[in-house]
């Protein structure tokens, strides 16, 4: 009784402060996250959103390089709910749907989780930020992901990207879904639009997109998994350094783009504790070579950027063809 008592009251909290209508439109976005996320990125990423993405299309180094894909793009719709409903906590409510979803899909499939429960704690690709995850018996950053292995270099135990670790597996909460969600809200709400800070950002990629390049340029780039010497062209440097100093420029002219930070910064966040948490030999034991670290963070933080600069692009062409294109019908 107490139990359905205190979901009452959360309930009559939430139903206060968001409208219904503004429920429909979270809940809506929080479906297409799971289903865009689950289903889609195999169609909208040469490879998937596993090693065929980031080490065979775009031939970045690891580890983790694509741990955080699925949760890059599910900040699109974390942004664009905060665009939308424009209200504190609507990202997060966004992410606590998402990862019910996830779970209920996994209990729906027997505990053999699908959607975002089956990319959490991969090697190098396909995890998620906002997931209901299982994860696989043995060391913390273990578990599955639909995909192929991600091979040499995985500090899972018992399990590998593209299989499951035998038996039946355990369930676990995706806490960094929620802290994703976190830092891109709290990001809403710091005045990074001031100085100093509306020059910080933009100077921070300035620097990172420099380094990328140059690190391309002078024969020092990585790529696969154990982060290896380039062979050929590394073309996820290019493409990084490249949007990183377009971010860059989009940032200092329209510094009130505070979601794009708050993504960006939510990824190197999410990359950053795995690689210091997912080893199995202690902290910091699954980090890259330290060439391969600046590329790799300015990597995230352009993932999770770019996919926050589309939803500020698809509002702003939603308010220019409501504001121009009905009124001239």
């Not at 729906?108 to 930020?129: E, I």
């Not at 499951?164 to 995706?174: A, E, H, N």
Request: glycine share 16%; proline share 5%.
């Amino acid at each position: 009784m107490s139990d359905k008592n205190t979901f009452n009251d959360l309930w009559a909290k939430i139903s206060g402060y968001f409208t219904r209508n503004e429920l429909i439109i979270i809940l809506i976005l929080a479906v297409l996250a799971y289903l865009t996320s689950t289903y889609g990125l195999n169609y909208v990423l040469p490879g998937g959103p596993g090693p065929g993405f980031v080490h065979g299309f775009l031939k970045l180094p690891g580890p983790g390089t694509g741990i955080f894909n699925v949760s890059a793009f599910i900040c699109l719709w974390l942004v664009l709910g905060l665009l939308v409903i424009k209200k504190p906590g609507t990202a997060l409510f966004i992410a606590v749907l998402i990862m019910i979803f996830g779970l209920a899909f996994a209990l729906a499939m027997g505990g053999h989780h699908g959607g975002f429960a089956h990319r959490t704690g991969t090697t190098s690709s396909g995890g998620s930020a906002v997931q209901g995850a299982a994860a696989g018996a043995g060391s913390p950053g273990t578990g599955t992901s639909s995909g192929v292995p991600t091979g040499e270099g995985s500090p899972s135990a018992g399990t590998s990207e593209g299989g499951m670790g035998g038996g039946q597996q355990p369930f676990r909460i995706d806490y960094l879904g929620l802290v994703v969600a976190i830092i891109i809200e709290l990001a809403g709400l710091l005045a990074l639009e001031k100085k100093p800070w509306r020059y910080i950002f933009p100077a921070f990629l300035v620097i990172m997109g420099l380094t990328t390049l140059v690190l391309m340029a002078t024969g020092n780039a990585k790529m696969g998994e154990n982060g290896a010497a380039a062979t050929v062209f590394p073309l996820g440097y290019a493409v990084t350094g490249i949007l990183a100093l377009c971010l860059a420029v989009i940032l200092f002219m329209y510094p009130a783009g505070k979601y794009i930070i708050g993504a960006g910064c939510a990824e190197m966040f999410y990359l950053a504790f795995c690689w210091t948490f997912n080893g199995k030999s202690g902290l910091f034991s699954w980090a890259p070579v330290a060439p391969a670290i600046p590329p790799i963070l300015t990597f995230a933080f352009v993932f999770g950027a770019v996919a926050a600069a589309i939803a500020y692009g698809g509002i702003l062409i939603w308010n220019t063809y409501t504001r121009y294109g009905v009124n001239k019908a």
